[in-house]
């Protein structure tokens, strides 16, 4: 009886060891881990919201911010999501506040311009493509169909989303075979960071799902504006399409590890929602 007692223990004993090497396999991150930071370079005094959210108060003004996102990684590799922009004819249209060109913010974080390893482009406009020839190291990461649709030969510009000056440097990127394009929805660009494509901001705009070891972190940019999107479950109001926007956020929901872990792209509640490491730059976790 008593041996029956001992088996009987040493098999719940054993049961119990396998759930928890079990649960420790689920809850330990695959892969590997990064970190990402959220980074303002710049301010846009009383942006309406009405360009944010759609269906907002016509009257609502907000001081959003410009940002991008840095991710550290194995093997010394920092990544860029979106770069930000520097052209003077931006500035002198949009009159941002606080402006430092993302090479000079990355800088201040405390790394060089030519450290950073990969940009991975969102979208073509002008502020989150610009600046990306200010890091001359980096491979340039962009949806397929996105390049062939707003890029044509020698540069010129095949749709009004894409500035001129932008379409040329994508495009001499490209020839120095510096231009990596990836095809399509759910693609891994490097380990652990993963590009979804649906949010229809431009024509195949793209937004990242990072591993971390808080879990996964979803870098929206402007595939979700602001905080109140995901809110108010609001379109973002410059869509080409609404529906498939909605299921993007809802599809973002599904992807980060928890709803906090979900990044908009300009929102400055970002900047007070998470630990700050210096100023203008925020610790995602």
Known sequence: ??????????????????????????????????????IRYASVPRFPVRYLVTGADTTRTLDIAMMFWLLEGPDRRRVLVDAGFYRQK???????????????????????PDSIT???????????????????NARVWIQAEEYAYHVGDAGMPLHGAIDTLDSQMLFQLNQAKRVKLVQGDGQEILPGIVAYTGGKHTYASQYVGVQTAKGTV????????????????????????????????????????????????????????????????????
């Open 118 to 136: 990969d940009v991975i482009v969102s979208h073509v406009h002008w502020d989150h493509l610009g600046g990306a020839d200010l890091f001359p």
């Open 218 to 285: 979803v870098i929206a940019s402007d595939n979700c504006y602001l905080y109140e999107n995901l809110e108010k479950h609001a379109s973002i109001a410059q869509t080409l399409d609404p529906v498939s926007n909605l299921a993007a956020q809802e599809r973002m929901r599904k992807l980060a590890s928890s709803a906090r872990l979900i990044v908009p792209g300009h929102d400055p509640a970002v900047f007070t929602k998470f630990k700050r490491v210096r100023e203008g730059v925020v610790r995602v976790e």
């Open 90 to 112: 931006f500035l002198d249209e949009w009159k941002p506040a606080d402006f430092v060109r993302p090479s000079e913010a990355v800088r201040r974080f405390g790394l060089p």
């Open 1 to 38: 009886m008593l041996s029956a007692v001992r088996l009987k223990f040493a098999l719940l004993s054993c049961v119990w060891l396998m759930t928890l090497d079990v649960t420790a396999a689920i809850a330990a991150p695959r892969g590997p881990v990064w970190q990402v930071y959220a």
